[in-house]
């Protein structure tokens, strides 16, 4: 690629124009940014490694860019994640950060970024919205309706807030070796900025994450599944939830969209469009008495057969006014081993950070819901 002229490409930014977050800006789009300057796209493959390996926020630190292109840059762009409303450190070692991306035009918004620490690994579940507009039943994010969809650069950021905020080595791979879209919002639903977000998570010159280690994970949204397949297909992620349409109709409302055969499908093609080993994971919530007894495990796994599938049982994690109940722990045994019995790679997930309210569906943000018919119901924890 050639680098364009110089003084007939960039002018000076207009007064008072706001500089554009260079989060988000995949390296494609930078490259063409920079050629605007008059630069060439090596040089913004040198920023993007400045910004995602190194963790630097100041131009004025990218020493090897001119000092002329380093005061061009700061002129035009920020790189800045969004402030962070309220830090909390389980007793587990879980982290969650309650980020502000709030304006004063749409009323404040914060999302949550949850840092979970395992034994050589660590993972980190991002949101992709403000709230959630799907209103599955047994969801926290769910009850408080959708504020509205996050910019790729506001996905991004969170990746590197966390890594910056867990320490000292930025490029540590073993400190976020995986990245899962289970946090706030429904990430096929903001399918251009998770796709832009995506691309900067992958890429050598962003944070460099193999597809294998980022999940994507979807109540469902079958058309958006097809679309991943085809533009990016990372790890698959299903939040299933229930056997039959009747009772997942119920749990989760898109189910009424996209019924499980249509669901099904579109997880079969992905499966084997992928090379092989790839398999989907379901999820499924254990709600005592709704979808928990031995003939819906069996159902389940007549749903599952011939897929290259793993579920992953998730205890209910409880939230003020839920009408549910966490299956017992025998409950949930049992299902297990009704799973492994016929094969099905099955594990329960292990709660975590129950005491900062990060475990999955408390994720509470403060948010000034549009739509929700239920809003002030749900307390905001966590905020200071
Ligand atoms: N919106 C996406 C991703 C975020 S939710 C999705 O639904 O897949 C991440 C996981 O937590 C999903 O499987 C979701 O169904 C589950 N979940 C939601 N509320 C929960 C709760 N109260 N207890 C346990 N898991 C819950
Ligand atoms: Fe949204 Fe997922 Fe919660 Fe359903 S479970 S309301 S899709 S965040």
């Given at each position: 690629?050639?680098?364009?002229?110089?003084?007939?490409?960039?002018?000076?930014?207009?007064?008072?124009?706001?500089?554009?977050?260079?989060?988000?800006?995949?390296?494609?789009?930078?490259?063409?940014?920079?050629?605007?300057?008059?630069?060439?796209?090596?040089?913004?493959?040198?920023?993007?490694?400045?910004?995602?390996?190194?963790?630097?926020?100041?131009?004025?630190?990218?020493?090897?860019?001119?000092?002329?292109?380093?005061?061009?840059?700061?002129?035009?762009?920020?790189?800045?994640?969004?402030?962070?409303?309220?830090?909390?450190?389980?007793?587990?070692?879980?982290?969650?950060?309650?980020?502000?991306?709030?304006?004063?035009?749409?009323?404040?918004?914060?999302?949550?970024?949850?840092?979970?620490?395992?034994?050589?690994?660590?993972?980190?579940?991002?949101?992709?919205?403000?709230?959630?507009?799907?209103?599955?039943?047994?969801?926290?994010?769910?009850?408080?309706?959708?504020?509205?969809?996050?910019?790729?650069?506001?996905?991004?950021?969170?990746?590197?807030?966390?890594?910056?905020?867990?320490?000292?080595?930025?490029?540590?791979?073993?400190?976020?070796?995986?990245?899962?879209?289970?946090?706030?919002?429904?990430?096929?639903?903001?399918?251009?900025?998770?796709?832009?977000?995506?691309?900067?998570?992958?890429?050598?010159?962003?944070?460099?994450?193999?597809?294998?280690?980022?999940?994507?994970?979807?109540?469902?949204?079958?058309?958006?599944?097809?679309?991943?397949?085809?533009?990016?297909?990372?790890?698959?992620?299903?939040?299933?939830?229930?056997?039959?349409?009747?009772?997942?109709?119920?749990?989760?409302?898109?189910?009424?969209?996209?019924?499980?055969?249509?669901?099904?499908?579109?997880?079969?093609?992905?499966?084997?469009?992928?090379?092989?080993?790839?398999?989907?994971?379901?999820?499924?919530?254990?709600?005592?008495?709704?979808?928990?007894?031995?003939?819906?495990?069996?159902?389940?796994?007549?749903?599952?057969?011939?897929?290259?599938?793993?579920?992953?049982?998730?205890?209910?994690?409880?939230?003020?006014?839920?009408?549910?109940?966490?299956?017992?722990?025998?409950?949930?045994?049992?299902?297990?081993?009704?799973?492994?019995?016929?094969?099905?790679?099955?594990?329960?997930?292990?709660?975590?950070?129950?005491?900062?309210?990060?475990?999955?569906?408390?994720?509470?943000?403060?948010?000034?819901?549009r739509q929700s018919k239920r809003l002030g119901e749900i307390p905001v924890k966590g905020v200071a």
């Open positions: 690629m050639t680098a364009a002229a110089p003084d007939l490409a960039a002018p000076p930014p207009a007064a008072g124009a706001q500089p554009l977050n260079l989060f988000g800006f995949d390296r494609a789009r930078l490259r063409e940014e920079f050629a605007r300057l008059g630069e060439a796209a090596y040089r913004a493959d040198q920023a993007m490694l400045w910004i995602y390996r190194r963790g630097v926020a100041d131009f004025a630190q990218m020493s090897n860019l001119s000092r002329s292109l380093r005061e061009r840059l700061a002129e035009r762009f920020v790189i800045a994640p969004p402030p962070m409303v309220a830090e909390r450190i389980s007793a587990d070692g879980t982290r969650k950060w309650l980020l502000n991306v709030g304006g004063a035009a749409r009323g404040p918004a914060a999302i949550e970024t949850v840092y979970i620490p395992e034994r050589g690994r660590g993972t980190l579940c991002i949101s992709s919205q403000a709230g959630c507009a799907m209103d599955c039943s047994f969801c926290a994010t769910g009850a408080q309706g959708f504020a509205r969809n996050l910019s790729a650069a506001e996905i991004v950021a969170q990746v590197w807030f966390a890594a910056r905020a867990l320490g000292a080595d930025f490029q540590n791979e073993k400190l976020i070796s995986n990245v899962v879209f289970m946090g706030m919002g429904e990430p096929l639903a903001n399918y251009a900025n998770v796709l832009a977000a995506l691309r900067i998570l992958l890429d050598d010159f962003g944070f460099g994450l193999s597809k294998r280690r980022v999940t994507v994970s979807t109540s469902g949204l079958v058309p958006y599944i097809d679309r991943l397949r085809e533009d990016c297909d990372t790890a698959l992620a299903v939040s299933l939830h229930a056997p039959d349409d009747a009772l997942r109709d119920e749990l989760v409302p898109i189910n009424r969209k996209y019924p499980l055969a249509e669901l099904m499908a579109a997880c079969r093609r992905y499966v084997e469009s992928k090379p092989r080993k790839a398999h989907v994971l379901f999820e499924y919530v254990m709600l005592d008495g709704v979808n928990d007894r031995p003939e819906q495990a069996r159902a389940l796994a007549r749903l599952l057969a011939g897929l290259p599938a793993k579920v992953n049982l998730i205890p209910f994690n409880p939230f003020p006014h839920t009408r549910y109940r966490r299956s017992p722990p025998e409950a949930i045994e049992r299902f297990a081993e009704i799973l492994r019995g016929k094969d099905i790679l099955t594990t329960v997930r292990r709660t975590r950070g129950d005491d900062i309210s990060a475990a999955c569906g408390q994720l509470a943000g403060q948010i000034v819901s």
